[in-house]
Structures are given as C-alpha cells and as structure tokens.
C-alpha cells in the first residue's frame, strides 16, 4: 500500500512538475514514461506473487490441517521480496524528482522515510532469502522459521498459542487477522 500510494503520488506529481534546465512538463519526458512503467510492472507483480503464495498457503492450511514448511517459506520469500521491491519504487520515484524529493512539504519524502523503516525490519531483511536458498538447496532451513517449525506446527497449534502469545504482545494481532483468530 505504501509502494502503491508513493507511485500514484509520483504520477500526479509528474503531471504538474518541471525540472530545472530541461524544457517542457516532467509528465512529457519519454524518461519518466519509461520509469513509470517499469516502476508499475515490478509493483504490480511483486504484489501478484504476495498475493498468491499467501492465498496457496490459506489454502493448503485449510486442505491439510497444518502450514507445511515449504509453504512459510514461500510467503516469507514472497513478503521479503515485497517489502524490497517497494522500497525500490519509492527510491524509484525519489529519483525521479531529484532534489525536489527531499522536502518534508514533498510526500515522496515521508514515503522514503516510511518504506525504509519498514525494509529494516526482521520481515524486510535480506537473510530471509538465505533461508529460502538452503530449503532449495536440500538444507535445513535454519533461522526463524525453524523455531516457528518447532512452535507452530499445526493450523489449531498455531492459532492457539499467537492468540494466547499475542494477544499480550500485541493486542491488535489477534482481531486484525483472521489467520490468528481461534
């Protein structure tokens, strides 16, 4: 949502800027056509392929009782390379409008800042893909996903014990999910 918000704002933004020494509306630079629609594409499959590894995994659960492994790691991957792909579209459209961008009255601003907060966080870091690569390579996954292997192993164990854990840590968890709610 936030990748999505920061390129509608960049669009909007190209139709009605100019850039200092180059002639004529940003919205007319065959350059920022070029970036918009690369931006999009990338945008709209990294969250096609969110979407889907989250939907296979709701389905699978619900087939089988249980989150088969090779399951988490398919939406851990597909998140992970989510929230790095969105932060590319928002460096993507700071770029595009150079100095411009680095105003707080600019909003691309707040999105840098917001996107880049989110990409630091254990979800958005790039050693979610280190375990995706051992699982592929015939290794044990390792990590976080081991232990929440060994935690959450099946769908009712699951939902259990994140309402029981979670609803202190985090009260929000258990009512914004259906995922987590027993």
């Known amino acids: 949502a936030l990748a999505r918000r920061c390129l509608d704002d960049a669009i909007e933004l190209a139709g009605r800027k100019t850039q200092r020494g180059v002639s004529g509306a940003m919205i007319d630079r065959s350059t920022v056509h070029r970036q918009i629609g690369e931006t999009e594409a990338g945008l709209r499959a990294a969250d096609q392929y969110l979407r889907s590894s989250a939907a296979a995994l709701w389905e699978s659960a619900r087939e089988h009782g249980k989150v088969e492994m090779d399951a988490r790691i398919e939406v851990r991957m597909a998140s992970t390379h989510a929230i790095r792909h969105a932060a590319e579209v ?38 979610n893909f280190e375990t995706a690569g051992r699982s592929f390579l015939g290794l044990e996954s390792g990590g976080m996903l081991q232990i929440i292997q060994l935690i959450l192993y099946d769908v009712q164990d699951c939902t259990g014990w994140l309402w029981w854990h979670g609803s202190k840590a985090c009260p929000r968890l258990h009512r914004a999910s259906p995922v987590f709610r027993s």
């Open 90 to 127: 928002v460096d993507s459209a700071y770029e595009l409008f150079g100095s411009g961008a680095i105003f707080k009255t600019n909003r691309i601003q707040r999105h840098y800042q917001d996107v880049h907060t989110i990409a630091q966080q254990i979800q958005g870091t790039a050693t």
